[in-house]
């Protein structure tokens, strides 16, 4: 299983409040807390990934999950 770095995630587009203004500056309505709450859960719900992968290439770069993505370790052991 592997787990979405969103830390990292979100600091590849220049931090939380970089972040925020720049999907407001986009036309997606988002409030700051809600950027917190994505690293509180360690997840970005599917669709503000969509509308990460839309700014990134606005930006003129790219935006590849699995770039962001690390295994985790749960306690099982596999052979």
Known sequence: M????VKAVI???GGRSTLWRKLGA???K????AIDQWVAR???PTVWIIRLLEL???EGWN????????PTNNGLHQD
């Open 2 to 5: 592997q787990k979405l770095e």
């Open 11 to 13: 600091s590849r587009f």
């Open 26 to 28: 986009a036309g997606h």
């Open 30 to 33: 988002i409030n700051i807390r």
């Open 42 to 44: 360690e997840n970005i």
């Open 56 to 58: 990134a290439g606005n």
């Open 63 to 70: 935006f590849s999950i699995k770039d962001f993505l690390s």
